[in-house]
């Protein structure tokens, strides 16, 4: 597992250079029922896909997200990025999905308060230990006291900083443009689920 080095890159730089769309999955028709528009979710939980723009960002400081995205092979391997905000409030956000035998999950959030559990949506008052800055990237980590069945989707919801699994969009580029895009346009990371 590896982190994003955002805030060591660039320590000093006034800006928060992370923005942060949601992508949600539908397909949507309008052959059937008359030419009424029919809905489909294919996806239970949106993907947060996250775009760096350094407006103030030297070449330097450029090289060691470079040296990032050369480690990472690219788009190959996927990375934690923690957002700035401290005061992120997220309802049910994804963590993963029970097997019947795995106790312990990493949490789509770190350092968080006011933790809500839930298990297909039903809140879980206890019956479970939270331990902050554990898991495998430092995120917040939880353990149940006994499994959740398998099938059984497990969400939270919290205030602190929120946690999103990312890749980079881009296969083949050049340190130039690389540049080009954290400066100017914006360097596009493709969101994942918690747990891939």
């Known amino acids: 597992m590896s982190i994003l080095p955002i805030a060591s890159i660039t320590p000093d730089l006034p800006q928060d250079p992370i923005t942060e769309e949601l992508e949600f999955k539908t397909l949507i028709s309008n052959y059937e029922t008359q030419g009424r528009e029919q809905r489909k979710e294919k996806w239970h939980f949106p ?70 559990v839930y298990l297909d949506s039903v809140i879980q008052p206890s ?3 939270l331990t902050h800055l554990s898991g495998a990237d430092g995120e917040d980590k939880i353990t149940f006291d006994s499994a959740p069945e398998a099938g059984a989707v497990i969400t939270v919801t919290f205030t602190g900083y929120l946690k999103v699994r990312s890749r980079f969009m881009e296969d083949k580029t050049s340190f130039d443009d690389f540049y080009r895009r954290v400066f100017v346009i914006g360097l596009k990371l493709k969101g994942l689920l918690n747990d891939e």
């Open 127 to 129: 019956g479970y230990t």
């Open 47 to 116: 993907r947060r896909n996250l775009t760096i723009n350094y407006k103030d960002i030297t070449k330097e400081q450029c090289r060691l997200l470079w040296a990032f995205y050369i480690a990472r092979k690219g788009p190959r391997e996927a990375f934690s990025v923690f957002l700035t905000r401290t005061d992120s409030y997220v309802e049910e956000e994804y963590v993963g999905v029970g097997d019947g035998s795995t106790l312990t999950f990493n949490l789509p959030c770190k350092s968080s308060v006011g933790v809500s």
